[in-house]
C-alpha cells in the first residue's frame, strides 16, 4: 500500500522543546479527570473493549485453521456439522471483534472530545490573560494556526496511538506468543525479526527526514501569517497600491514552502520503499518455512494458512504504522507548540490577596509614575495628579508625549516601574484585575469592532442588555437613527474588524458601548478623533450628559473638547508641563496657549476652505 502524508504541515518548535513524554505527560490528567468519575470510568471501559477485541482478532485464524483442516479430511455426512459450525464461530468472533472495537470507540469518544475542549479552552484562557506586550508581538496568524493544530493533534493523538499503535504492539506480542507455541520457534523469530526491522527502519529515516519536513511547516507558518496580515491590513495596502508587493512576499514564501515540500516528498518514497521490502522479505521467509512443512507433512494446510493470516492480519495495520508514527511524531509537535503557549509568563498576574475593587467615589490618583516598555526608553517620568470622584480630567500633549501609556497603565495593562496607581485609595495591584476593568469604561482612538452585527457590538459593553437598553444606549451615541437607515437595522454586519463602518460610525458604537456598560469611571482616548465637527458637538453634549457624577479621564489632541475639564493637564516628554483650567492655561501663554492659537488658526483656515468651495 503506498502511502500519503497528509496536507497539515505542523510547526516544530525551534527554540524551548519539549520532549515528546512531557507532551504526553501534560494530556494525561485530561484523559483521567479526577473530577469526573463519569470519564474515568469510560476511559476503564474503553480499555477492557479494546483488550477483548484484540484477543477476539487473535483467535480468528485459529478458528479459520481449524476449519480449513476439517474441510480437508475427506468429509462424511457426520462430519459435515464440524466445519460448519466452526464457520459459523469464524463468523462470530469477527463480529465481535468488530462491535468490541466500534464499542471502545463509542467509550472513549465523549473523553477525546472532552479533552480537546478543555485544553483548547485552558490556552484561549491564557491567551487573554497574557499581558498587552505579548499581543503586541504576537503573530495573529501563527498562534491561531498553533491552536488549530495543537487540538488536531491530540483527537489524531488519541485516534491511532491509543486504537492503533498500542493495540498493534499488543497483537504482535500474542501473535508471537501464539507462533512459538504452536510452531517451530524459527517462525516467531522470523516474524519478531522482520517487525522489529521494520520499525528500527521507520523511526531512523523518519528521524532523519524530520528536517525536511521541519522547514516545510516552518515556512507553510510564515506564509500563512504574511497572507493573514496582508487581508488584516487590506485598506493599507490599498491605499499605497502595494497588491504586486504583497504577491510578492506571499509568492517568496510559497516558493520555500515548495522547495522544502518537495524534499519532504523524496524522502518520504525513499521512506515507503525500504518499509515495503522490508515487509515483502519477511513474508516470503515465513511463507516458505510453512510451505516446506506442509510439504513436509509437519504443518497441515491450515496451518499454512493460519501463519498466512497472521502475518497478514499484523503486516496491514504495521503497514499502517510509519505514516501513524510520523503522524503521532507531528501531533506531538503541534501538542508541544501549543502547550508551549501555556508556559508563556502572564506577566499581569492577580497576587493571591487581591480582593475586588471598592469604588466609593472613584478618585484616581497617580502617584510619581515611572514607566518605559523598555528601560532604555523612559516613557513617563515622575507623573503625580488626581482625578477627584466625580470630576474631570484632560490629559493633553504631543504625539509620544505618554497620553495613551496612561490609560494603558489606569488598565494595569502593564504594571509601573516605579510610583503606583490608586482608585478610592486602593493600589490597582492589590485589587483584581476584573473588578478593576468592570469599574472602567473606555472609548479609544482605534475602534476595533468584532465581525458581527451592530446590536453584538453595543450589547458587548454589557451582555445580555434588553434591546430597549442598547437603543437607549445609542440615542445618546447619536447613532440610533443611523442604524434604523440600514436595512437589517441593528442586526446589519459590520464586517472584519468595523470594516464596512466609517470610522465615525465605529467611534459611535464604541461610544453606545461604554455608555452601555455604566462603568463608575470613564476613560475618552481621542474620543471624537473620527468624528465631524457637527457630530462631534452633538456627542460632546452625550458625553457630557454620560459622565455627569463620573470620575472623567480625558485623553485628547483637540484641546477645543476639552476646554470644560475641571483640570487640564499638558504632558511633554513623559513628565507635566503645565496645569490648570483652559482660562488659566491660556493666560499662563505657554505650551498649552501656543498649541491652543496653531489649532484655533488651522480650524480658521480649514473654515475658509469650505467656504470657498461652497461658493464656487
Avoid: C
Amino acid at each position: 500500500m503506498r502511502r500519503r502524508e497528509p496536507s497539515t504541515n505542523i510547526r516544530t518548535a525551534q527554540t524551548g522543546r519539549r520532549n515528546d513524554l512531557n507532551t504526553i505527560r501534560t494530556l494525561l490528567p485530561y484523559l483521567w479527570p479526577k473530577e469526573s468519575k463519569d470519564l474515568r470510568i469510560r476511559v476503564s471501559a474503553a480499555m477492557v473493549f479494546l483488550a477483548l477485541a484484540k484477543i477476539i482478532t487473535v483467535l480468528v485464524p485459529i478458528l479459520y485453521k481449524q476449519a480449513v483442516d476439517a474441510l480437508t479430511i475427506t468429509p462424511t455426512q457426520a462430519m459435515i456439522a464440524v466445519p460448519v459450525l466452526l464457520l459459523l464461530t469464524y463468523g462470530g468472533a469477527r463480529v465481535l471483534s468488530g462491535v468490541f472495537s466500534e464499542a471502545r470507540d463509542i467509550a472513549f469518544a465523549r473523553v477525546g472530545q472532552r479533552a480537546i475542549r478543555s485544553v483548547g479552552l485552558r490556552v484561549f484562557r491564557h491567551l487573554h490573560g497574557l499581558a498587552l506586550r505579548f499581543h503586541l508581538d504576537r503573530q495573529t496568524g501563527g498562534v491561531s494556526r498553533a491552536i488549530e493544530r495543537g487540538t488536531k493533534g491530540i483527537e489524531f493523538l488519541l485516534n491511532f496511538m491509543l486504537f492503533n499503535i498500542l493495540p498493534t504492539l499488543l497483537e504482535i506480542g500474542m501473535v508471537t506468543v501464539v507462533l512459538w507455541t504452536l510452531y517451530d520457534s524459527r517462525f516467531a523469530l522470523v516474524t519478531f525479526g522482520t517487525i522489529a526491522l521494520y520499525i528500527a527502519y521507520t523511526l531512523t529515516v523518519t528521524e532523519w527526514r524530520t528536517k525536511y519536513r521541519r522547514a516545510m511547516n516552518e515556512t507553510d507558518s510564515e506564509a500563512s501569517t504574511k497572507a493573514i496580515d496582508s487581508l488584516l491590513n487590506f485598506e493599507t495596502v490599498k491605499y499605497f497600491g502595494n497588491e504586486t508587493h504583497e504577491a510578492a512576499r506571499y509568492d517568496k514564501a510559497l516558493a520555500r514552502y515548495e522547495q522544502a515540500a518537495v524534499k519532504s516528498k523524496v524522502t518520504l518514497a525513499l521512506l515507503n520503499m525500504g518499509q515495503g521490502a522490508i515487509i515483502a522479505v519477511g513474508l516470503t521467509i515465513v511463507m516458505v518455512m510453512a510451505a516446506q512443512g506442509v510439504v513436509d507433512g509437519t504443518l497441515t494446510l491450515g496451518d499454512f494458512v493460519l501463519v498466512n493470516a497472521y502475518l497478514v492480519q499484523l503486516y496491514l495495520p504495521l503497514n499502517f504504522l510509519g505514516f501513524v508514527y510520523r503522524e503521532i511524531k507531528q501531533s506531538l509537535t503541534d501538542m508541544e507548540a501549543m502547550f508551549r503557549l501555556l508556559s508563556e509568563n502572564a506577566e499581569i498576574k492577580d497576587d493571591d490577596s487581591a480582593k475586588p475593587l471598592v469604588v466609593a467615589g472613584g478618585e484616581i490618583r497617580f502617584d510619581n509614575v515611572l514607566f518605559a516598555y523598555d528601560p532604555s526608553r523612559p516613557i513617563l517620568q515622575g507623573v503625580d495628579f488626581a482625578v477627584p470622584a466625580g470630576k474631570s480630567v484632560a490629559i493633553v500633549g504631543p504625539s509620544g508625549a505618554g497620553k495613551s501609556t496612561i490609560s494603558r497603565l489606569l488598565f494595569r495593562f502593564y504594571d509601573v516601574t516605579g510610583g503606583g496607581i490608586s482608585i478610592d485609595g486602593q493600589d490597582i495591584r492589590a485589587v483584581t484585575q476584573d473588578s478593576l476593568r468592570a469599574a472602567i469604561g473606555i472609548v479609544p482612538q482605534d475602534t476595533v469592532l468584532f465581525n458581527d452585527s451592530i446590536r453584538y457590538n453595543i450589547a458587548y459593553g454589557r451582555p445580555g442588555a434588553s434591546q430597549d437598553e442598547i437603543e437607549q444606549a445609542a440615542k445618546l451615541a447619536r447613532i440610533h437613527d443611523f442604524v434604523h437607515t440600514l436595512p437589517d437595522g441593528y442586526d446589519t454586519k459590520v464586517g472584519e474588524r468595523g470594516l464596512k463602518l466609517s470610522g465615525g460610525e465605529k467611534q459611535r458604537v464604541a461610544i453606545a458601548r461604554t455608555i452601555l456598560k455604566s462603568p463608575a469611571i470613564l476613560l475618552f482616548d481621542e474620543a471624537t478623533s473620527a468624528l465631524d465637527t457637527h457630530t462631534e458637538k452633538e456627542i460632546q453634549a452625550s458625553l457630557r450628559e454620560v459622565s455627569k457624577d463620573r470620575t472623567t479621564l480625558v485623553i485628547a489632541h483637540r484641546l477645543s473638547t476639552v476646554v470644560d475639564a475641571d483640570e487640564i493637564i499638558v504632558l511633554d516628554k513623559g513628565r507635566i508641563a503645565e496645569r490648570g483650567r483652559h482660562a488659566e492655561l491660556i493666560a499662563q501663554d505657554g505650551r498649552y496657549a501656543d498649541m491652543w492659537r496653531k489649532q484655533q488658526e488651522a480650524a480658521l483656515l480649514q473654515q475658509r476652505l469650505e467656504t470657498e468651495l461652497v461658493e464656487a
